[in-house]
């Protein structure tokens, strides 16, 4: 039977650049087949081939579903394989890349509740209730809201009210007095029906008034002033005005002083009837007069104010 000798060296490469072909072959004489013996199995000649990856297939599943995973993909170096001491294939065989780098959702959950709020009745039964937020965590990245209620309710103060008693409204003491605007205006204060308020279907205090009204106090004349000198007041002297009142009766009086049984008197007389005598007054200023007192003597001449005239 043949068989093969040694194969040859190989030959120049096809081309320079971008992949050519080398070939060797060997003899079939090592021995040579004879007397009928089979011939050499197997090829003559070989030719030598780097290897060349095949495409990339399908990239893996992500390892992550958000928040950022990784998928490869690989290739085979089978489009050819590298032959008969030929290069393998060239770069890497698998490549990776992110994937799902997208925000996970966050799924809402309540915290704890609250307090209580504040019973709504005081007795025969009320309510009140307390409330939880849904920030621990708050749903965030389209994740789903909070399960179940964010308040509740219960019963509170469930015990028998007692009866309750009227009570009437009585007044407070008055306000101070408004400000008067002048001598002969009113002023007022108020006060208020809270000491205590009506309760409970007590009356209130609109039996009695709640506004006092009052005439504005007037300012006395305190200042002496000097009388006209062409006064016909008495016989002989000159009339003249004094701060002292008789028997405490006026603060301010007009005293003539013309005669020595009114000595100690704030008054002014006259000895001479007639339409023609007179008192009169000059002031610098207006002055509001409240009241005048003719103060008529005892002894003898009270007629001689009968008739008189204040113009």
Known sequence: DGEYSDFGEWSECSAECDG??????????????????ADCEGRPSEMRQDGEYSDFGEWSECSAECDGGIQNRVRQCDSPAPEHGGADCEGRPSEMRQCNAHQCPVDGEYSDFGEWSECSAECDGGNQTR???CDNPAPEHGGADCEGEDSEMQGC????????VAVDGQYGEFGDWTECEGCGQNQSRMRECNNPAPAHGGSDCSDR????????????LTTVFEMK???NIAASGTASQSNSAYKAYAELAIDGDTNGDFEAGSVTH???PGADVFWMLTF???????????WGRSDCCQKRIDGAKFL
Do not use: W
């Open 270 to 272: 006259t000895r001479t």
């Open 131 to 133: 409330t939880r937020q």
């Open 157 to 164: 103060n469930n015990h028998e009210c007692a009866v309750a």
């Open 209 to 220: 008034p709640a506004e006092e009204i009052r005439s504005c106090p007037c300012e006395k």
């Open 20 to 37: 050519g072909i080398q070939n060797r072959v060997r003899q079939c004489d090592s021995p040579a087949p004879e007397h009928g013996g």
């Open 229 to 231: 000198e062409h006064e």
């Open 284 to 294: 610098d200023s207006p002055q509001y007069i409240k009241n005048v007192v003719l």
